[in-house]
């Protein structure tokens, strides 16, 4: 079994930023490929960013390249997202996902991922 919790949630301002973490436990961090989801009210969830085992590979979305950033340390079982000039539409509950020996490509739909975290509320006024 694995276990994922979020944090680093919060409210911002329009152009801030803010740095999510998921921690995970019950297995080698190391063969997991990592992703995060978001979801906001009314909508469906939708992929943000994803990081293979090793972090040779990563993947963004379109609306968040160039602002996003998602990194792993294997040492401290632990993946993040880095959010810099954050927009209103970014707010939303951002979930951690893993799937265990993900391959050489990032995984970027919700069926690739068989365990997900509690979620972290991210609100950016305008």
């Known amino acids: 079994q694995v276990q994922l919790v979020e944090s680093g949630g919060g409210l911002v301002q329009a152009g801030g930023s803010l740095r999510l973490s998921c921690a995970a436990s019950?297995?080698?961090?190391?063969?997991?490929?990592m992703g995060w989801f978001r979801q906001a009210p009314g909508k469906e969830r939708e992929f943000v960013a994803a990081i293979t085992e090793s972090g040779g590979s990563t993947g963004y979305a379109d609306s968040v390249k160039g602002r996003f950033t998602i990194s792993r340390d294997n040492a401290k079982n632990t993946v993040y997202l880095q959010m810099n000039s954050l927009r209103p539409e970014d707010t939303a509950v951002y979930y951690c996902?893993?799937?265990?020996?993900?391959?050489?490509?990032?995984?970027?739909?919700?069926?690739?991922?068989?365990?997900w975290g509690q979620g972290a509320q991210v609100t950016v006024s305008s």
């Open positions: 019950g297995r080698s961090f190391s063969s997991f490929a």
């Open positions: 996902a893993a799937r265990i020996f993900g391959g050489i490509r990032v995984k970027i739909t919700t069926r690739d991922y068989p365990y």
